[in-house]
């Protein structure tokens, strides 16, 4: 069973930058495609981003499209989300997860990834 870490939220103007890093311990990290999804309050869990497991398919929410860049450097086994432009909109917890498959559909579900992390606050202020 792989072990999530997230970090690098915190408080941000609007048109600022973060980047959320996630950090894997155990299981197989390295065959496994990674999503990130985040949750502002009384809201659904939501997808953002996911990869696959080379990191070379890459998959947007159309919100982040264009702003936000997921990659991952398998030797640090730690999954990435660069978000530029930040938006107040941007506010919420956000998540990393593992894809349940070595192979990744295109799923926006939560129910297909597991063993989440415990969540990085970002705030974006306007």
């Known amino acids: 069973q792989v072990q999530l870490v997230e970090s690098g939220g915190g408080l941000a103007q609007a048109g600022d930058s973060l980047r959320l890093s996630c950090a894997a311990s155990?299981?197989?990290?390295?065959?496994?495609?990674m999503g990130w999804f985040r949750q502002a309050p009384g809201k659904d869990r939501e997808f953002v981003a996911a990869l696959s497991w080379s990191g070379g398919n890459k998959y947007y929410t159309d919100s982040v499209k264009g702003r936000f860049t997921i990659s991952r450097d398998n030797a640090k086994n730690t999954v990435y989300l660069q978000m530029n432009s930040l938006k107040s909109e941007d506010t919420a917890v956000y998540y990393c997860a593992v894809y349940r498959s070595s192979y990744y559909s295109g799923t926006y579900d939560p129910k297909d990834f597991g063993s989440w992390g415990q969540g990085t606050q970002v705030t974006v202020s306007s």
């Open positions: 155990g299981g197989t990290f390295i065959r496994s495609p």
